[in-house]
């Protein structure tokens, strides 16, 4: 598993990127904040016309076991930016797990897990997902 602790944040003049790991199972990118729908999240994309596939994003802020935090927002990713597209990725959290903000977004075959608010957002998005035979 490669697993990478840290708050990840890709700003509006970085356009085109492709971000692709090796499984949703075995690249995970974590980081543990709350409190903040917009400034704690663990991926923060603002750039236009940018892929990921085969990543997790995970915000472990609400996760911890005895954990003595009050449940805040704590978003595994934000997203707010135009043709973005997410392939086999997966998306943690408890509360305000994926911050579908503003844009036109695809998420194909992506697990997205949360307990409170887990999509929200003004975005136009569409979730593909594909049921196994």
Not at 18 to 45: A, H, N, P, Y
Not at 81 to 93: E, I, N, Q
Not at 108 to 128: H, L, M
Request: aromatic fraction near 14%.
């Amino acid at each position: 598993m490669i697993c990478s602790s840290e708050k990840v944040s890709i700003q509006q003049d970085k356009q085109y990127i492709v971000l692709e790991g090796e499984g949703r199972k075995t690249t995970v990118i974590t980081w543990d904040d709350g409190g903040s729908s917009i400034k704690s999240s663990t991926f923060t994309m603002l750039a236009d016309n940018f892929v990921a596939r085969d990543i997790t994003f995970r915000n472990t802020y609400n996760l911890i076991k005895g954990n003595t935090r009050n449940i805040t927002w704590a978003p595994a990713a934000l997203i707010a930016a135009d043709k973005v597209s997410f392939y086999r990725c997966g998306f943690t959290s408890i509360q305000d797990t994926l911050g579908d903000a503003r844009g036109r977004h695809y998420f194909d075959s992506c697990y997205i897990q949360g307990v409170i608010d887990f999509i929200w957002g003004n975005a136009q998005s569409f979730y593909y997902v594909r049921i196994p035979t």
